[in-house]
């Protein structure tokens, strides 16, 4: 028996998306018939480790599930075995990788494995290894910790070190400043830390895509062979299926077929899951289809990933690219998706009214429908200000008396078609004849009467929409409102949560003036409540915002309701127009791209000092925010680590923006301590901030909560690196750089803790400062980042398909 | 430990027209449907009939099928309280009890049954191919308060002289039995599925001395002895395996049925078998497949129609197989064209090998030169 034991870290939720909502990465299908995790046992099987704990996070279900006893890899003993050791305080939330805070919770097995040393290693890492020659070559050089990285120079995050380190860390996980061995291995000093090159196939998903790339690896036969070895086997969970069956018509090549399935269509460089049907004259190219999957006659399947037991319905058609794979939730039953009709109903749309973010969504994702050969339609109310700018354009389509209260009201219907999306404005003399959009007393009557007048207006049409897409409180009736109209049932309806800090909490007798029957409390609406409890399926724009929202901390008096419709719950990331960048910025001083960016970068940055009156040079750190000033954005902790940052006379601070007063007190004062390292921008000129994103080396934002963000992603297309805390969208959109493998685009920080965020300021100075070439790699990487609007359409579009069935 | 039923599978036969095929294995340890044993059928039969207690009685080269079967766990049979015990042949004051005939066997492991004080005995054969509930024939011995109960179905006439071969009244209860009849005057063979009462069965063994087989002694005897003796007669597929041509055939059927014993129905009565842990196959580039099952592990570059790949076999690039039935860990090099054929296990076909044969043949490494033509 081995010296060693393993600790199996199952608790990182990766970007995999819909295809991790049922089960945690490690229990993701691979290869069709594997799971990941089952490399990692079998590795441990085939190196004679007996004592495995897996810590899963979330839904871990599945991998319990497949793991059963252990028996597969004969990990049911008595002595030591394998133990699923799930998360005890449920007020954690997920993390890029294992905590030692996460460890503390199961000490207990920790105290009582017996073996010396310890392999920390990810379930999402395919791979076939003998852990002994890593343990020995641990040993060999005398290590205090051993990482493995990759033959593309990738980090494995699978570390070897000595069960009594590893329970110190474990010990002291709340005084020591490292989460886990990740960022022991990146910043702890007086270290003997080891790299182990890996020369053999390795893969470590981490994204639908990744996971899609490693499987069509399997084609290769260099990599199967290295995968799949005699002398190392590896080992699965056996589940009964017959021999694979071909039928008359089947045309294969080039593909991986598990038992079970059926083959009697086109499948041409794919993998097929166990169990799954490729019906006569289907055709299947360059996808991976997990088992149980039916892809019916006529269909069409290209660069797919398709969930177990998804159903591809005759003649339905799911075209990916590699940029952008067609990824199915399990169970989906896809439609034939080209006459999908998409209504959004929203209170602001760009061009035509706009006071935040939310018009910027509504309008590029109703542009990009109709590219992406959706029928795009949007509704709102027609404001006095659309009808002097667009009164040329719009035209008359009907007339209605609607009944609201005691009341009735006319209303009337105006349409205008740009390129090819269906603009509808409402137009309402008592409701919306007014200036402002929002901040009215009868703003929670003005939109209950416009969802109503908004639906009698459906029967103006031909064909009903098939989803309605709603946004925030405004539109939160409209659900239930359609529920309760038997001609428009059929109508699915998603509600997409921006900010769930506004609610729209309105008066309960607005029920009566709708005319909805209601039990329950009378006295108040609320009208985003009502929304996420009738809609078909809700939304929020991040995927880490979405876990977030589970946690009362970040959803209040509405978590219940979100815990509720988890399994109809969805986070996707918005686009950033492709018109922001520094390539077409004129009120910058020197436009750039990636070919002249450490040209033009240096010449924006003394453009910056200069004007905000900063000691000028190149050697200076200087960190830019644009923000509003409120607590939601970290100035809480953002103003304690400041104060101790600028003790470092070459770190500069720079913010534009607007807000509390008792916040811009103290960075003034902090000013008059630092007048040549801060420079303040007090008053929100949104129009301006260009300066700042391309002067600036750093951008700051250490936001308590963020739904999505979008100053961060204009950051990074200016190669300005972000520093965020690791929440909502800022999770979602930059990647942690990471020195060995030069990867990343950012720095994070997890803890809402000033002394956490002061370290990461002072280790991006450290690489600003000494290691040039990474910083500059990390621009690149910036740069290079995507944030499509097109990728976001996508992802609603094959949304709204899911919920057609 | 009290069971009220015990099944008792009887795998002795040496299953000698099977030739070459059974030279290191015993008969239900043949390999079928590409990744299947013969045995499977009967052992997740009983599985799904949720019957826990099996003997499984066998003298032949018992090894192979020893080691396949293992503590049963691949078939939900590795019980505390029963599961799956073997019965071989072994060495007593009296010499060594190699067993005679089928009855015998069971004769001599009767203290399995009385362990269990079970009051009914279900005796099976390894070698068929169905998929049978063995509590409907139960139920159905109950209902008919029979003393034996013997499952029959219906055969070709021109196969039936096969068999032993039944005549039932209205009731289903037995008027007449023949074995191996000369000429058949009825269809409806015995299948070689038995349903006693504990204490029938064992006054019927007692009296028995030498040679003692089911269908020539027991059966007789007991219609003899006036014991009451029904019939179930099962309707579904049924195949008994014993000869070359038989193997082939089922085969064949199992190609030509898509639904062939709902095999592919994962809901409907799973058949199990061990797992080989082996990665799926692979369709490479030159490859064309049509009208065929391959079983996991294997790598097919070449052609196959209307045929039945075994596990772990390898048909390299411009090879063509045909109407054949590839056993497994076959290596068909290239070039090479089979049809109509039966390629034992573990037989390297060599490159452009030819054997394109009229009726079934046997090829093995043993008769590769007989069989066919070597341009190699």
Not at chain 1, 382 to 403: N, T
């Amino acid at each position: 028996m081995a010296n060693l034991f393993l600790v199996c870290d199952a608790s990182n939720i990766g970007s995999f998306n819909r295809l991790t909502r049922h089960r945690v990465p490690g229990a993701l299908p691979f290869g069709a018939k594997y799971r990941l995790i089952d490399f990692t046992l079998s590795n441990c099987k085939n190196s004679n480790i007996t004592n495995v704990a897996i810590f899963p996070y979330g839904n871990y279900r599945s991998l319990s599930d497949h793991i059963g006893s252990g028996d597969r890899w004969d990990l049911n003993r008595r002595k030591d075995g394998i133990f699923i050791l799930p998360p005890k305080n449920l007020n954690l939330s997920i993390e890029d990788s294992l905590s030692f805070q996460r460890m503390y919770e199961h000490l207990e097995y920790f105290n009582r494995s017996t073996q010396e040393y310890v392999i920390v290693s990810p379930a999402n890492l395919v791979w076939n290894v003998d852990y002994q020659v890593l343990l020995h070559d641990h040993l060999v050089h005398s290590a205090d910790i051993t990482e493995v990285v990759s033959a593309e120079h990738k980090r494995m995050r699978t570390y070897v070190l000595s069960k009594s380190r590893l329970l110190e860390y474990i010990t002291n996980y709340d005084t020591i400043p490292y989460r886990n061995l990740t960022e022991v291995f990146d910043y702890a000093q007086n270290l003997k830390k080891h790299p182990y090159h890996f020369e053999q196939a390795c893969f470590f998903p981490n994204s639908a895509f990744e996971l899609y790339q490693a499987n069509m690896q399997l084609l290769n036969q260099e990599i199967r062979a290295q995968l799949f070895r005699k002398d190392r086997p590896i080992f699965s969970k056996e589940t009964m299926s017959a021999p694979s069956r071909y039928g008359d018509d089947a045309k294969i090549k080039n593909s991986i077929v598990a038992s079970g399935a059926v083959v009697d269509g086109t499948v041409i460089n794919s993998i097929i899951g166990r169990k799954t049907f490729i019906h006569k004259d289907a055709v299947v190219k360059n996808s991976i289809v997990m088992n149980q999957c039916h892809v019916e006659p006529d269909s069409i399947v290209e660069y797919a990933l398709l969930d177990k037991e998804t159903r591809i319905l005759a003649k339905a058609k799911v075209i990916g690219n590699l940029d952008q794979l067609f990824v199915s939730e399990k169970k989906q039953i896809v439609i034939s998706g080209e006459d999908l009709k998409v209504l959004q109903i929203t209170a602001e749309c760009n061009p035509f009214v706009k006071t935040g973010g939310l018009a910027d969504i509504v309008g590029s994702l109703a542009e990009n429908y109709s590219e992406l050969g959706v029928s795009s339609s949007v509704m709102m109310p027609l404001y006095p200000r659309i009808k002097d700018k667009y009164k040329l354009f719009i035209e008359i389509r009907a007339d209605q008396i609607i009944a609201y209260g005691d009341d009735k009201y006319k209303t009337t219907l105006y349409s205008y078609n740009n390129q090819n999306v269906n603009y509808y404005f409402i137009e309402s003399y008592d409701f919306f004849d007014r200036d402002d959009i929002y901040g009215y007393e009868d703003d929670g009557d003005r939109f209950a009467f416009f969802s109503k007048a908004a639906l009698a207006f459906l029967d103006v049409f031909d064909d009903l929409p098939d989803i309605i897409h709603i946004h925030d409180w405004h539109m939160g009736l409209v659900p239930l409102i359609i529920k309760e109209n038997e001609h428009l049932k059929s109508i699915r309806t998603l509600m997409t949560i921006h900010n769930i800090e506004y609610q729209g909490v309105h008066e309960g007798t607005i029920y009566d003036r709708l005319g909805i029957h209601h039990n329950g409390n009378h006295h108040r609406i609320n009208f985003m409540e009502v929304g996420l409890n009738n809609a078909t399926k809700i939304s929020t724009v991040s995927e880490t915002y979405k876990e977030e929202l589970k946690y009362e901390y970040y959803s209040k008096n509405l978590v219940e309701v979100i815990n509720r419709r988890d399994r109809d719950f969805y986070g996707i990331i918005n686009g950033l127009s492709d018109d922001i960048g520094p390539n077409r910025d004129l009120t910058i001083k020197e436009k750039y791209n990636l070919m002249n960016v450490f040209g033009a970068k240096p010449k924006n940055k003394s453009d910056l000092q200069k004007r905000m009156s900063l000691s000028e040079g190149n050697d200076y750190f200087v960190i830019g925010m644009v923000t509003r000033i409120v607590e939601q954005k970290g100035f809480d902790i953002l103003l304690p680590a400041l104060e101790q940052v600028l003790a470092n006379e070459k770190i500069q601070f720079v913010i534009l923006g607007a807000g509390d007063e008792r916040y811009v007190r103290w960075l003034e004062s902090i000013k008059q301590r630092h007048p040549t390292q801060v420079a303040l921008n007090i008053g929100y000129d949104a129009t301006e901030p260009s300066y700042i994103y391309a002067g600036a080396d750093a951008f700051l934002m250490p936001s308590r909560y963020e739904p999505c963000g979008t100053s961060q992603m204009i950051a990074l297309k200016y190669g300005t690196i972000p520093i965020v805390r690791q929440t909502g969208g800022l999770n979602d959109t930059v990647d942690a750089f990471d020195g060995i493998t030069k990867r990343g685009n950012g720095f994070k920080f997890f803890n809402y803790d000033y002394r956490d965020l002061v370290f990461q300021i002072e280790n991006a100075f450290k690489i600003f400062t000494d290691a040039k070439e990474d910083w500059r790699q990390m621009i690149i990487n910036a740069m290079n980042s995507r944030f499509w609007q097109k990728d976001s359409a996508n992802a609603y579009i094959d949304l709204y398909r899911s919920m057609l069935t | 430990m009290k069971k009220a039923l015990v099944a008792m599978i009887l795998v002795g036969g040496q299953g000698s027209r099977l030739k070459e095929i059974t030279r290191d294995t015993a008969k239900p340890a043949v390999s079928f449907g590409a990744k299947y044993r013969l045995i499977d059928f009967t052992l997740s039969n009983i599985a799904n009939s949720k019957i826990d207690v099996v003997g499984v009685v066998t003298q032949y080269e018992p090894y192979d099928l020893m080691s396949y079967i293992g503590a049963g766990a691949s078939w939900d049979l590795d019980i505390v309280d029963g599961g799956i015990s073997f019965l071989t042949p072994f060495s007593s004051q009296g010499g060594i009890t190699w067993q005679k005939g089928t009855a015998d066997a069971i004769k001599q492991y009767f203290r399995f049954v009385r362990e269990f004080s079970a009051d009914y005995v279900l005796i099976l054969s390894g070698d068929q191919i169905y998929k049978m509930d063995y509590q409907k024939v139960f139920e159905h011995h109950l209902t008919h308060n029979a003393q034996l109960t013997i499952c029959a179905t219906r055969v070709p006439e021109s196969e039936a002289s096969r068999f032993g071969i039944i005549e039932v009244d209205d009731s289903d209860y037995l008027t007449s039995f023949e074995e191996k009849p000369e000429k058949p005057n009825a269809n409806l063979a015995s299948m070689g599925i038995y349903l006693f009462n504990t204490d029938v069965l064992e006054r019927l063994l007692s009296d028995t001395e030498t040679e003692v087989d089911f269908g020539n002694n027991i059966i007789p005897k007991a219609i003899k002895d006036k014991y009451c003796v029904s019939v179930y007669e099962f309707n579904d597929y049924w195949k008994d395996v014993g000869t070359i041509d038989s193997l082939y055939q089922a085969h064949m059927d199992m190609i030509d049925d898509p639904d062939f014993l709902t095999l592919n129905v994962s809901s409907n009565l799973p058949v199990y078998s061990k797992s080989l842990n082996l990665p799926p196959h692979l369709i490479l580039a030159n490859a064309k497949v049509t009208d065929s099952i391959i079983a996991d592990g294997s790598i097919i570059d070449g052609e196959i129609r209307h045929s039945s790949i075994g596990y772990e076999t390898i048909v390299e690039s411009g090879a063509i197989v045909e109407d054949s039935v590839i056993l497994p860990g076959v290596k068909i090099s290239k070039g090479a064209k089979l049809r109509n054929v039966i390629v034992n296990r573990n037989t390297l076909i060599p490159e452009k090998y030819i054997c394109l044969s009229e009726k079934v043949i046997l090829i093995d490494r043993t008769n590769l030169d007989v069989k066919g033509e070597n341009h190699g």
